[in-house]
């Protein structure tokens, strides 16, 4: 192993790293809680099914990536001047 082939980090030497398998390690990381992914929302997006016209399809997904994002934020729109939400 030498400091150019990526399998450590750059300025640490493996071979003085603490020994993880001693002094209490183990349950330290037994104990220690596993956080995974992003935070969960307050309010998450509900997944459904809806059916719309190809029209708005194809105008909605020719602006690119989002394209439900732009659908959501649209109705969210249509939504406030209504004056309902």
């Known amino acids: 192993m030498n400091e150019n082939d990526g399998s450590t980090a750059p300025g640490l030497d493996p071979d003085t790293a603490p020994d993880l398998s001693k002094d209490g390690w ?3 990381f ?3 809680p ?3 992914g992003r935070p969960p929302k307050a309010r998450p997006k ?3 099914t809806i059916r ?3 029209a708005v399809i194809d105008h909605s997904r020719a602006g690119g990536r989002g394209w439900q994002t732009r659908i959501d934020q649209a109705l969210r729109d249509w939504i406030s ?3 309902v939400a």
């Open 26 to 28: 183990p349950e330290k």
């Open 30 to 32: 037994a104990r220690a």
């Open 34 to 36: 596993v956080r995974r």
């Open 46 to 48: 509900v997944s459904t």
């Open 52 to 54: 719309l016209s190809p």
């Open 81 to 83: 001047q209504q004056g």
